[in-house]
């Protein structure tokens, strides 16, 4: 592990680009799918039989109303009619409204506890307009994770690779995410994920969320300046949660925990979102834990938490 | 080694923990949710055939139960059925007539309306028919016009020829004019010439016929002397007798160019222009740019006025007498030439349109007068 963190001797003039090229590991990510079982809401049935629940496949990367359409036609003739013209929103198990701007599997890591198939409840009725964005159409999707690229890139370039792209690669990265073409979206991709030799990105995009917490962002830089060598994954959650035990909690990203040890920089070139963003989903592996172990520690550091998108209202 | 060439542990680590989850998450479920959907189609398919099929049996049973039923029942049915279906006829009529009315109406709005248009038309035809005759009018007018124009413009051009012609031979006639004349002045000279010869071959006669006299004469009278007077044999004397001798004949029969005036006297208020002795020697004529011709008479000492001739309205530009000296022509610059009579003062003829130089010569019955050019 040490000769993966040693910092190289970086020579000057020979500034070598570089960009995520294992596409074995990028193909395992993109393949990801989730066993979803859709049940309509109990009290919106307005029929005499219960509709059967509708089970999809769908890809943990995408969000959920890029691949809802066919559970609304579903569940459509079920409710009564004047809900029927009403958008859908989703809840999980706890009851607790799903956001569509997260990703199905980042959502799912975090509150369904492995549970599969994973059940959501469909609702017509009742949009909770107060903790849900509305999502009227694909475009809002659609401008939503631009600029979540747009910001990923800010973090890792100053967003010179994605002011200097054309109409077209922003359309060919947005096309290849939504109808799934892993091939077409990572040739755009690629261009985002370049990176120096020796110094990767500037910052790395991270977005660290607990159930209770949703969100929250710090800066973590690739290299530690102080030492010289590569940031890894225990460095960078420690900027989160400078207290944390590592024996009471997991970590887990696409469903897997990996080694703390593994450099940040790599994580974020191989295992971000499409949105360029590395989720982390901090859960306890015990009941009762906190994530703070003293308390006078917590509250300036989730006050100061630096950048919080805006999304996450709770 | 480079740092960045991740194939460390931590990477096929977690390539094995990805996989595990996908056959985790997926492996089973696929398969499951798959056939569940198919499954779920087929459930769909035979519930949906199943509401056809009983709706079929339903309707089966109906028709039986129908034709069971009694045949009056039947006939009132049908009656029934055929008077629902002629009052639907009769409303339907109803409606038609009403759409009808209204379409009626609709076309007599529509029918002044395009009466009232014709109308319009008619009067603009009418108009137009007016300002077409009108136009047809100033039409032949302007034809009629035309017409005279082209008819002046024609005798115009009539006249314009006839005149050309006339001018041409007019031309021709003065050239064939100017050859005659120049022919005639030619035969004139010719003749002048011969007048001269022979005027000179007569004075040469006259002067030797003069010499011989005086010759004679001389001789008689050097005879007479030579018998009366001894004349020296004096070379000297001989000399100047021979030298005054050959003086008087030289005298007799030169020209002396006169020096002395023997009279002088006032003629003519103007110029003198023509000055000429009348044949008897003792008249002569003078004429001056006063536009009078006079006539004068000579005692050797003296001129006497005989008579003022008028008549001329130009300077006299010559007079010449005719050889018996009775009548005397003048020419003056009014192109005109007179005749008088010298014994009655009397202007016997009178010429116009002769641009006269000068009179070459004047006989009483024909006179040479050369013109100018």
């Known amino acids: 592990m040490s000769l993966f963190t040693q910092r190289p001797a970086n020579r000057k003039g020979q500034k070598r680009i570089r960009m995520a090229e294992d596409r074995e590991v990028l193909r395992e990510i993109w393949e990801a799918r989730l066993p979803v079982s859709f049940q309509l809401a109990q009290d919106e049935v307005a029929t005499l039989n219960v509709p059967e629940p509708f089970y999809l496949m769908v890809p943990r990367l995408l969000y959920f109303p890029l691949v809802t359409d066919k559970v609304r036609k579903h569940f459509i003739q079920y409710v009564s009619p004047e809900a029927s013209g009403r958008e859908i929103w989703l809840s999980d198990g706890n009851g607790q409204p799903i956001k569509w701007n997260y990703p199905i599997g980042l959502w799912f890591d975090l509150f369904a506890e492995g549970a599969l198939p994973w059940t959501v409840t469909v609702h017509f009725d009742g949009y909770p307009e107060d903790k849900i964005m509305r999502c009227s159409c694909k475009d809002t999707v659609r401008s939503q994770f631009m600029s979540y690229l747009k910001e990923a890139d800010a973090l890792k370039h100053k967003g010179n690779v994605m002011n200097c792209m054309q109409e077209k690669d922003h359309n060919q990265l947005w096309q290849g995410f939504q109808n799934d073409k892993f091939d077409q979206f990572w040739s755009a991709n690629k261009k985002l994920m370049e990176s120096v030799v020796g110094e990767g990105f500037r910052h790395i995009p991270i977005k660290c969320y607990t159930p209770e917490k949703l969100a929250m962002q710090r800066i973590v830089k690739p290299i530690d300046e102080t030492t010289g060598t590569w940031t890894t994954l225990h460095d960078a959650l420690l900027e989160f949660f400078p207290t944390i035990d590592f024996s009471t909690v997991r970590v887990i990203i696409h469903g897997v925990e990996p080694p703390l040890g593994t450099p940040v920089q790599w994580l974020s070139e191989h295992m971000s979102y499409p949105d360029n963003f590395l989720h982390l989903s901090v859960l306890p592996s015990t009941p009762g834990f906190s994530y703070f172990s003293t308390p006078s520690l917590s509250s300036p550091s989730t006050e100061s938490g630096s950048r919080v998108s805006p999304n996450s209202s709770s | ?373």
């Open chain 2, 1 to 373: 080694m480079r740092s960045q060439q991740w194939n460390g542990e931590f990477r096929n680590q977690i390539l094995s923990l990805l996989r595990d989850r996908n056959k985790r998450e997926s492996q089973g479920f696929t398969e499951l949710f798959h056939h569940h959907e198919k499954l779920f189609e087929n459930w769909a398919a035979i519930k949906a055939e199943n509401l056809r099929l009983s709706v079929q049996v339903e309707r089966g049973y109906s028709h039986h139960h129908h034709s069971s039923s009694s045949y009056s029942d039947e006939r009132e049915k049908v009656l029934e059925q055929k008077i629902l279906s002629l009052q639907e006829e009769l409303t339907e009529l109803h409606r038609r007539r009403s759409e009808n009315a209204s379409h009626v109406l609709s076309l007599t709005a529509k029918l002044t309306d395009k009466e009232a248009e014709l109308a319009a038309a008619q009067t603009q035809l009418a108009t137009s028919v007016a300002k077409c005759a009108d136009h047809e009018d100033q039409i032949s007018f302007l034809q009629s016009k035309i017409n005279e124009l082209e008819a002046t413009n024609q005798l115009l051009r009539d006249e314009h020829q006839a005149l050309h012609l006339a001018y041409t031979a007019l031309e021709e006639k003065h050239h064939r004019l100017l050859g005659e004349n120049k022919e005639l002045v030619q035969r004139y000279m010719e003749i002048k010439a011969q007048h001269a010869d022979f005027m000179n071959q007569e004075n040469e006669n006259f002067v030797k016929k003069r010499q011989a006299k005086v010759q004679k004469e001389l001789e008689d009278a050097a005879k007479d002397s030579k018998a009366s007077v001894i004349l020296p044999e004096n070379d000297n004397e001989n000399a100047g007798l021979r030298s005054d001798i050959s003086l008087l004949s030289t005298l007799n029969v030169g020209c002396v160019v006169p020096t002395i005036a023997s009279h002088k006297f006032d003629s003519h208020e103007n110029e003198v222009n023509a000055v000429r002795w009348s044949p008897n020697c003792k008249n002569f004529a003078t004429g001056g740019t006063d536009r009078k011709v006079k006539l004068w008479e000579t005692n050797g000492n003296e001129a006497e006025l005989k008579a003022i001739l008028t008549g001329c309205n130009g300077g006299i530009l010559s007079v010449e007498f005719d050889s018996t000296g009775s009548l005397l022509l003048c020419t003056s610059s009014d192109f005109a030439c007179r005749v008088w009579t010298v014994d009655d003062h009397r202007l016997r003829v009178y010429f116009t349109e002769i641009r006269v130089i000068h009179l070459l010569y004047f006989h009483s019955t024909y006179a040479f007068i050369q013109p100018t050019n």
